[in-house]
């Protein structure tokens, strides 16, 4: 049976302490360049090297050396010059040169960036860059931050080129970029849908690798980080990347601008994990060169400890290497407005000296503590691939996570499960799905409480929604890699036939699958987390790995056929009718006897009407319940709904409760066996007996 506990603080994050102070301490302060007084001052850690000079370009020949300056050696590592050279738009780099042995890279004739540069400037070649000093500086007028309280949020993850390419109504000149997404058609399709954040695939300054260049590819997601400070300029307007890295950043500033005038809020999947350096060998743009030893995770050899998969892993335990990601975050969370972050494989920057996950990672309290993260969301996926680094379930208060968990067993009871049952039966009952609608109590801790989960059915890597219900393989030839990238695993069915058919049988399954899902995911207790495309039922023609794919298989199409316009149509109806119902949202666990202020309080009754026994949970023949959740809000109207589940494709007849004290009616919200949602609210009487579909959900408010 779902657990019921109490939470006592709510998403509740540790105060700062007063004498805490961030990795490095002072030492570590102002990284970067710093402009005063008509001169700059540029400051840079490698404990290793024993030279740094700074060298200064042309503005449009940046082959053109046009002078350089020595930096001097201070305490901590820490290498400074101040000098007139560096003014607003000052192309330059770093030479950097140090020993050679185990651990260490250093050569003095590579042209290196700055890892705290604001901007970039790309010359002719692959690795021509060069960091550009810029002014910050940005009218935000009366624009503030939402702040979108935890329990009303409703996260869009969607790809700032993907979201606009195609949009009929954005300017063919706004399209993929950072004024696309500000542009008012996306803010008006935001609003009706009911998003109140937007999630980000990573816009942090990033590169292809190599081997997709060879390939004639590219590499769309992002996760692959050049500079953590700097905008990716190929997102913004044609217009502004002439005038240069002051108009990108000017142009990203101007969307979280309006954004927010219009109450969404802002989130960035950033990439600190590793870096665009790769594997020994790879590209060297700065961390490598600047200070490897410092800066990466490695054995006494020198070989990198890579524990995402991609070549290298940021060493997060050495101070400057901990600094760097919190440098960047307050500067993303202060200067660009940004309202939250969720973290791509978090596990790796919370590993310790000894390459550990530890919730008390110096990173992740220092995180905690700033007393401007501290009021962002705070997004982690719970894991890497290094040894221990599944950690869902294992942050610490004040964080979030991706619930894979969640994510596994609503495809596996809508999808795997009735595939298993066509050709045997139900392979388990409806307990650990119950145990997940009602807020993954067996996950979270008290303290944490319901919220601490990100509830997703889908998300930017593996099948599309359509594409979970509609294919049983994966199929990424078109990757490049002989279909052997992407996850083998995916808990999806195909009903009947791979790929497109006709057979509207298998069609119209296809269609009530996916309104299963889409409604467990948003009525269940937590915040839900939506894949941009997923509400009309977008198509990767079965790729479930389609980083390298900038194509028109991933861009949203904006031409939507009917049933697409129903299937938006039930989304916008549930997150509708999400936020008019806060028995479906609660912050905190519910006890038994208890009055705890914000959490609902859990019914749960069989098809009869009769209160579900213990041993019918775990018992496959045992599909089918009706979850009632009452709420006990401190700010909202009392508030109770009846959920009826159906986890098989038999219809069944089900008793509507009565029982359930000062209920006198239930009436009817959302259906999932309806092609359209109905605006017709029936209402029934307790003890009235209702048909249900089979393989359904169906929603009524108690009253």
């Known amino acids: 049976m779902p657990e019921t506990r109490e939470l006592t603080a709510p998403g509740a994050t540790e105060l700062a302490t007063p004498e805490r102070t961030p990795p490095g301490g002072a030492e570590l302060d102002d990284l970067g360049v710093r402009l005063h007084d008509g001169v700059g001052t540029l400051r840079v850690w490698s404990q290793n090297a024993s030279s740094v000079e700074l060298v200064v370009f042309d503005e449009t020949d940046l082959d053109w050396v046009t002078d350089q300056a020595d930096l001097e050696r201070l305490p901590g590592g820490v290498w400074e010059v101040t000098t007139e050279l560096l003014q607003p738009g000052t192309r330059y780099a770093l030479r950097v040169g140090g020993p050679h042995g185990p651990g260490n890279t250093f050569n003095p004739e590579t042209l290196l960036l700055d890892p705290y540069a604001r901007g970039l400037a790309q010359g002719d070649g692959y690795e021509e860059w060069r960091s550009v000093v810029i002014v910050d500086g940005f009218d935000w007028g009366e624009s ?5 309280p935890l329990d009303r949020t409703v996260i869009y993850e969607g790809h700032l080129k993907g ?5 009929p109504d954005v300017p063919p000149a706004l399209h993929g970029t950072y ?3 500000a542009h008012p058609a996306m803010i008006a399709y935001l609003h009706e849908l009911g998003i109140t954040s937007v999630e980000l695939l990573p816009i942090h300054a990033f590169v292809s690798e190599p081997r997709l260049l060879e390939r004639g590819l590219s590499n769309y997601w992002g996760y692959n980080t050049l500079n953590f400070f700097a905008p990716h300029a190929a997102y913004a307007t044609e217009k502004a990347r002439n005038e240069g890295p ?3 950043l000017a142009e990203f500033k101007g969307m979280v601008r309006l954004l927010h005038e219009a109450g969404l809020e802002i989130i960035l999947d950033v990439v600190y994990n590793h870096t665009a350096e790769e594997g020994l060998g790879g590209p060297r743009w700065n961390l490598r060169g600047i200070d490897n030893a410092g800066y990466y ?6 070989a990198y400890i890579d524990t995402t998969g991609v070549g290298n892993t940021l060493n997060t335990s050495t101070p400057a290497g901990a600094r760097l990601v919190l440098d960047s ?3 993303w969370a202060e200067e660009m407005q940004i309202d939250g972050f969720r973290f791509d494989l978090a596990t790796a920057i919370a590993r310790d000296g000894t390459h550990t996950y530890t919730p008390e990672h110096p990173l992740l309290t220092a995180i905690a503590d700033d007393p401007v993260l501290k009021e962002t969301k705070l997004i982690a996926e719970p894991w890497d691939v290094g040894l221990g680094g599944w950690q869902t379930g294992n942050f610490p208060s004040g964080w979030h996570e991706w619930n894979d968990r969640y994510r596994d067993r609503v495809r596996n009871f809508w999808l795997s499960d009735i595939d298993y ?12 799905f119950a145990t997940r609608l009602a807020g993954s109590s067996n996950t979270f801790s008290e303290q944490r409480g319901p919220l601490a989960s990100i509830n997703f059915v889908t998300a930017h890597d593996g099948f599309t929604m359509h594409d979970l219900v509609a294919y049983d393989v994966k199929h990424n030839e078109a990757n490049g890699e002989h279909n052997r990238d992407g996850a083998d695993m995916n808990r999806s069915f195909n009903h009947g036939i791979e790929g497109p058919t006709d057979d509207q049988a298998i069609l119209a399954a296809r269609r009530k699958a996916m309104r299963n899902l889409l409604g467990t995911l948003l009525l269940s207790a937590g915040i839900p987390m939506l894949t941009a495309g997923d509400e009309v039922g977008r198509t990767q023609r079965g790729n479930n790995n389609a980083y390298a794919q900038d194509t028109a298989m991933t861009w949203l199409s904006w031409d939507a056929e009917p049933w697409q316009e129903d299937l938006r149509a039930h989304v916008t109806r549930l997150i509708a009718l999400r936020a008019a119902n806060p028995a479906l949202r609660p912050s905190r666990y519910a006890r038994l006897g208890e009055h705890i202020p914000n959490a609902s309080v859990m019914d749960w009754f069989g098809p009869n009407g009769e209160t579900m026994e213990s041993e019918q949970w775990a018992d496959p023949s045992h599909r089918t319940l009706q979850y009632v959740a009452a709420s006990t809000p401190d700010t909202e109207a009392f508030n109770r709904i009846l959920l009826i589940v159906h986890g098989t494709e038999a219809p069944i007849d089900v008793r509507l409760p009565d029982e359930l004290e000062g209920a006198t009616r239930f009436v009817s919200l959302w259906s999932s066996a309806e092609e359209r949602p109905s ?19 169906r929603l009524f408010r108690v009253e």
């Open 144 to 148: 503030r931050k939402p702040r979108v």
């Open 163 to 167: 979201l606009t390419k195609r949009h």
């Open 246 to 248: 002051e108009a990108v």
């Open 421 to 432: 049952a066509r050709r045997a039966s139900a392979p388990v009952g409806i307990g650990g």
């Open 179 to 181: 004024a696309g997404l």
């Open 329 to 331: 975050l307050r500067y």
């Open 297 to 302: 995770r490695q054995d006494a050899s020198g």
């Open 679 to 697: 605006a017709e609210e029936e209402v029934f009487a307790p003890g009235d007996v209702l048909p249900i579909p089979g393989t359904s959900m």
